[in-house]
């Protein structure tokens, strides 16, 4: 196996990037509790805002030329109005926060340490910008109960807790996606995590 590394991009010079993110969200996010059935053009069009911004983060991880994880986070008040509007309601100013978007890692490379190096990139990228509060990212929720949880799974709580995040209970939102052998988009609740900067 070559050598891992990481490459922080910003502005245009994520682009180029943006199918092998799509590429490793739909897979990733076909896992539990996602239980995504993406598809590459609305992959393409969810992406593009990342994209657009000057101000957004693309954290990739590579073994060679093989992109094997990436982490993406841009100023929230550039996100889709899900996303803000839990925030507006609360009395936090979306230009205040900076959003944490997915973090996705082939499972092959999990364990190493990468997932906290995303935090941590995308932090720093937050803060060198300036004028951010929070990060903040969101995570679906689901029943504890639900038949489809495979046995011994656990729930990354103590990671981001670790990294410094806690739940807002009163911050959630509902967004819909196309789950696995379901028709059609179905409205899921996620929840966010918050850590001051």
Known sequence: MSELSLQTLSGAAIRPYLPEVARLRIAVFREWPYLY????????????????????????????????????????????????????????????????????LDPAYRG????????????????????????????????????RRPTGYRTLDTAWEKAGYRKAPGLRMQLGWKELGQDGERLNTLVFWLRAL
Do not use: M, N
């Open 37 to 104: 059935d993406g598809d590459l053009d609305y992959e393409a069009r969810y992406l593009e805002v990342y994209a657009r911004s000057g101000s957004a983060v693309l954290v990739l991880v590579r073994d060679g030329e093989r992109v094997v994880g990436a982490s993406t986070g841009i100023p929230l008040a550039e996100e889709s109005e899900p996303f803000r509007k839990p925030f507006i309601k609360a009395g936090i100013p979306p230009e205040t926060v900076f959003y944490c978007g997915e973090s996705v």
């Open 112 to 147: 190493r340490g990468l997932y906290r190096q995303f935090f941590a990139h995308r932090e720093a990228h937050a803060r060198a910008l300036g004028g951010f509060r929070w990060c903040a990212f969101a995570a679906v929720e689901r029943d504890p109960d639900d038949p």
